[in-house]
């Protein structure tokens, strides 16, 4: 079995990998003086591993729920969305909105409306929501239509195609996701324990960086790190024991949303399709302030503190104060959205151009799959405490933190396409006299563009994220300090205002940057339709 | 064992956007019950169309199918009709076994240990029972899916060019394993393919249809003896009947009965 052969012959890669990785690590501790492993391990002797596995238990406390309550939700919604299509957009819709609201924004709010372990829940709800939406979508709709047209030709009924043939096919699917989402849900609880909670990693990850304890940061990262990964691991064993049938597809979340977009997209004519995206595009406007104003009014909270989408309109629109709350607002959206654009260029020139060169130069290839594939099961974002204290307060942190977070997705879904290039297509630059770098530019990048873009798109939500939290945590300026800022000075109107101008400028982006990636999977498909 | 079926004057249009396209136009058939018929013609000729049609899994907009005087769709909802497609459509998640239990299940029947056994040594998967799809290989999908086909013991039998994806060698082999099947389990079968040779090697008529519309132009009754063997391939009038078919299917072909002639 060469199949075996060969897994072996990866474990072993990975293996030495990782001792790799780990030598490389303390070489970097011993030339910089940064704490390398030996030094973690230390620390972890020191402080006693039951800190850091109560504090990761109490997370998990929150993040499971959270997590399990997402995953069920979104098998209702695509269920539902399967059963009748005419409702799928909608809720799809919804689900891009859950996606886009940025974690530090709505976190805050969520600490005003609900107490206990509520906002932390919920902020993992939110953060595996999306993902298992489009994984268990992409599965119901997974199965070849000749199979369910068997079901039928034999008699069957169509209850009888969902439960036999969809439900089924759609396992693989919904465990994909079901993993990847894994390590989100717990970053959404760390993210609420950002905001203030007792236990918990994100509390000990908050006051370490605070006291500027560098090597139990370092060391608190790693744990929430671990038990991401155990979690990821876990559901992946679990996943591959269920579908042993199935080929091990892991789920690409950008893709796989794209696809589901475009579905509808094309089922209509261009002007249609135009006015429904408009029509869209309004419903989910007053979906998001109806629910707003509907959480508002069952939750109970005092209106001084919960306030209506009315109560900011009048706030931004006040006849003294109205200009000057906007221009401050635009002002810091300004240097938050720069801060992002430069992260964002950078992880993209990054992942872009380590893609090529591990295509022209195959070993870095191997190389580099270790840590990405660590990276996947991470919760990066939950990094940046990390990040503030290894970089300074300065303003480049903001810079790097977005550039790290789109570095992984970006050079992923790009080394993905370059080897789904068909074998023909290089034989017909290489028959034709041309070289690696002519298949990479004639071939391999414009084929990779969609994919590029599609990632963009998935990690912007997470980028902007980043983005409030450095700004909250170090540089101290931009819509992510003034957001918590509104909350000390109680300035209520101010916090809902920013909450609703963080999403909609990550929903809008998110909206944009699908709109390119359509453009320009439109314009190297244009020939062949 | 097996039903007539009777086509008449049968039309399927298909609205793409503002154009409308005839995928069937006024097609006539006789089926006696228990033979093979074979559906022959090009791509875009309306033969899938028709399968779909007798499966009960879509309408014609004018005329009437009836297979022993009933509906199709009766038929479909009694469990009586058999299907195998091109890419066998097995369900990659269930084993031989089970697959081919799946029309049993829709039908609410229990399966009987010794006729599962029976179709499936039959079909020459003997020791295959518990092997999941991916784990066979082209050839031995599609038997699964003759086999899964004829479980529920069909009135009817309707095979989408399920030999397409086959080499020559494995292809002729199944030939021969279906006449044998059928040998013993007369059911009437209908059989679409874009091969002239396996439409005449199996089958009792040949119909050929030609596109735009789609339509049934000639209906060729193939006299070979059975059994048919290697050697009915080599014989004269196997030949003759291939360049018979051949003639009819390029002289309907727009444009290439020009350039191309008629192969020899």
Redesign the interface.
């Known amino acids: 079995m060469s199949s075996l052969r060969q897994g072996g012959r990866a474990e072993l890669l990975w293996a030495v990998n990782f001792v790799a990785i780990l030598l490389l690590w303390q070489c970097v501790g011993f030339a910089t003086g940064l704490p390398g492993p030996i030094a973690v391990v230390h620390r972890l002797k020191v402080d006693g591993p039951e800190l850091y596995w109560n504090a990761g238990l109490s997370t998990l406390r929150c993040a499971l729920p959270g997590w399990v309550g997402a995953s069920a939700v979104a098998a209702v919604c695509a269920m539902v969305a399967t059963v009748w299509p005419v409702l799928a957009p909608g809720i799809f819709q919804l689900g891009v909105m859950s996606y886009c609201l940025p974690s530090l924004a709505i976190g805050p709010v969520l600490m005003i409306v609900l107490d206990g372990d509520g906002p932390r829940i919920v902020l993992a709800a939110l953060a595996s929501f999306f993902t298992m939406l489009v994984g268990t979508m992409t599965g119901l709709r997974a199965c ?1 239509p ?2 369910t ?8 009924t169509s209850w ?1 195609a969902l439960f ?2 969809r439900l ?2 759609a ?1 693989p699917s919904w465990f994909a996701a079901l993993r990847i989402s894994a390590p989100a849900s717990l970053l959404g609880a760390m993210i609420g324990e950002f905001l203030g909670a007792e236990h918990g990693l994100g509390v000990l990850l908050i006051n370490a960086q605070q006291s500027l304890d560098l090597s139990r940061t370092l060391t608190v990262t790693l744990t929430s790190a671990a038990f991401a990964g155990v979690l990821y691991g876990v559901v992946g064993i679990a996943g591959h024991m269920c ?5 091990d597809m892991p789920l690409n979340l950008a893709r796989e949303s794209e696809a589901l977009r475009v579905g509808w997209a094309n089922t209509a ?1 261009r002007t249609e399709a135009a006015l429904l995206a408009a029509g869209r595009v309004i419903a989910a406007v007053m979906v998001a302030l109806g629910a707003w104003w509907l959480a508002l009014r069952l939750s109970g909270v005092t209106p001084y503190v919960g306030r209506s989408p009315l109560d900011v309109l009048h706030y931004l629109t006040d006849r003294t104060d109205g200009a000057a709350r906007i221009g401050e607002i635009v002002r810091e959206l300004g240097t938050t959205l720069l801060d992002m654009a430069a992260g964002l260029t950078g992880g993209i020139g990054a992942g872009l151009g380590l893609a090529v060169l591990s295509q022209i130069w195959p070993p870095l290839h191997r190389l580099l799959a270790g840590p990405v594939f660590i990276m996947q099961a991470m919760p990066l974002v939950a990094t940046t405490p990390l990040l503030i204290l290894l970089f300074g307060r300065g303003e480049a942190i903001v810079v790097i933190v977005g550039a790290i977070v789109t570095f992984f997705p970006i050079f992923v879904s790009v080394s993905q396409s370059f080897a789904l290039t068909p074998r023909s297509a290089l034989d017909l630059i290489a028959a034709n006299g041309g070289g690696r770098l002519a298949a990479l530019r004639k071939v391999q990048v414009p084929a990779a563009l969609p994919s590029l873009f599609a990632a963009l798109r998935i990690t912007v939500p997470l980028s902007m994220t980043g983005a409030l939290i450095a700004e909250w945590l170090a540089t101290g300026r931009g819509t992510g300090y003034m957001l918590l800022n509104a909350v000390s000075m109680s300035d209520y109107d101010g916090l809902w205002a920013r909450v609703a101008v963080t999403t909609t400028v990550s929903m809008v982006l998110y909206g944009l940057i699908g709109w390119i990636e359509l453009a320009v999977g439109r314009a190297l498909t244009a020939g062949r339709a | 064992m097996g039903a007539a079926i009777a086509v008449r004057g049968v039309t399927r249009t298909f609205t793409l ?1 503002a154009r409308s396209v005839v995928a069937l136009e006024a097609v006539n058939l006789e089926i006696p019950a228990g033979t093979l018929v074979s559906l022959l013609g090009p791509s875009g000729c309306g033969k899938s169309t028709l399968l779909r049609l007798f ?3 879509d309408k014609p907009d004018g005329g009437s199918i009836l297979i022993d005087g009933g509906d199709p769709n009766e038929l ?8 195998a ?1 091109q ?1 066998s ?1 097995l ?4 084993s031989v076994w089970s697959n081919i239990c ?2 049993l ?3 609410g029947r229990t399966a009987e240990r010794a006729d599962i056994q029976g179709l499936i040594d039959m079909v020459g998967l003997s020791g295959f029972e518990n092997a ?3 784990q066979l290989s082209g050839g031995m999908r599609q038997r699964v899916a003759i086999a899964r086909a004829l479980v ?1 013991t069909p009135s009817v039998l ?1 095979l989408d060019e399920p030999f397409g994806a086959l080499d020559e060698v494995v292809r002729l082999h199944l030939h021969l394993e279906l006449q044998r099947i059928r040998a013993a389990r007369p059911v009437t079968t209908l059989l679409v393919t874009h091969t002239v040779s396996e439409a005449v090697f199996l089958s009792d008529q040949v119909v050929v249809m030609a596109s735009r519309p789609g339509r049934a132009v000639r209906t060729i009754a193939v006299d070979l003896p059975y059994p048919r063997t290697p050697a009915t391939l080599r014989s004269a009038r196997f030949h003759e009947l291939c360049d018979l078919c051949s003639e009819v299917l390029f002289s309907h072909a727009s444009g290439m009965a020009a350039s191309t002639g008629v192969q020899e």
């Open positions: 070849p000749f199979q047209m068997l079901v039928t030709a034999f008699g069957g009888q036999k043939v089924r096919a396992v579908t042993r049938w199935a080929r004519q | 956007g499966a009960g899994l479909r909802a009694s469990h009586r009709i058999g299907v497609f890419d459509s369900l990659p998640w269930r799946l029309p299940e829709l039908a999941l799809p991916a529920a309707l």
